[in-house]
């Protein structure tokens, strides 16, 4: 038998899933981010969508970021950690992809980095 915390634990996992499959909408979210690389590996983030400032911070191999989604994941894979990578991949001349699986990644024969929350992002020259 399982108790209430067991179902609950579930729910959370079957949220991050639903919201993991949406890669692509996420990095579409990113590209209306306004992103300003205000130290090394660190980014200040004004979404699009709501105004709000959000400090993604490069470390470990990973991003964190101070958004409510980043604050319960410790490698985020939120939007605005992809517009924050999205910024390092225009300066060196690169453009960035989000999937949601490892699998789709590998497919496009490209680099892979792990975002984190199960996103995988690939880059390639323009």
């Known amino acids: 038998m399982t108790s209430p915390g067991d179902c609950a634990i579930v729910i959370i996992e079957m949220r991050e899933r639903r919201k993991m499959r949406n890669a692509k909408v996420l990095q579409r979210k990113s590209m209306t981010h306004l992103v300003e690389q205000v130290a090394p590996g660190l980014f200040a983030v004004k979404s699009g969508e709501t105004g709000n400032c959000y400090g993604v911070s490069r470390k470990n191999g990973g991003f964190r970021c101070s958004c409510p989604w980043g604050e319960r994941h410790s490698l985020s894979g939120c939007s605005h950690t992809v517009a924050a990578?999205?910024?390092?991949a225009a300066q060196e001349g690169r453009a960035v992809s989000v999937w949601a699986s490892e699998g789709d990644a590998r497919r496009?024969?490209?680099?892979?980095?792990?975002?984190?929350?199960?996103?995988f992002v690939t880059h390639r020259g323009r």
């Open 85 to 88: 990578l999205r910024l390092l």
């Open 108 to 119: 496009q024969h490209r680099p892979i980095v792990a975002l984190g929350d199960g996103l």
